[in-house]
């Protein structure tokens, strides 16, 4: 069983930092991870993604340059720092895990993951 727990969400003010934590409590996935995010009455949109072997990150344009992907495998814990918030990046956080090797770098869909956490909301006010 795959159980993916994340923490982290807070409120903050535009230029602020938050880091998500995400903490898989199940059996170790060996595939890429991502976060996804969706903002009330959006669809749930791609928000970065990690390989296993994660030495690099891929991320959406909206985030480049401000979020930053990590994962810790030997704790199963997938990271994303996220510092000059904007309101615009105010959103419910989900992440998400393979169970199939594919590209990390190449999709950004959705159905390329098959678990996926709770939910972590992220409020930046202006």
């Known amino acids: 069983q795959v159980q993916l727990v994340e923490s982290g969400g807070n409120s903050v003010q535009a230029g602020g930092s938050l880091r998500l934590s995400c903490v898989n409590t199940?059996?170790?996935?060996?595939?890429?991870m991502a976060w996804f995010r969706q903002a009330p009455g959006k669809e749930r949109d791609w928000v970065a993604a990690i390989p296993y072997f994660g030495a690099i990150g891929y991320y959406a344009d909206s985030v480049k340059g401000r979020f930053t992907i990590s994962r810790d495998n030997a704790k199963k814990t997938l990271l994303l720092q996220m510092n000059s918030l904007r309101p615009e990046d105010t959103a419910m956080y989900y992440c998400a895990a393979a169970s199939r090797t594919f590209d990390c770098s190449s999709s950004k869909s959705l159905n390329d993951y098959m678990y996926w956490g709770q939910g972590a909301q992220v409020t930046v006010s202006s």
């Open positions: 199940g059996d170790r996935l060996n595939y890429c």
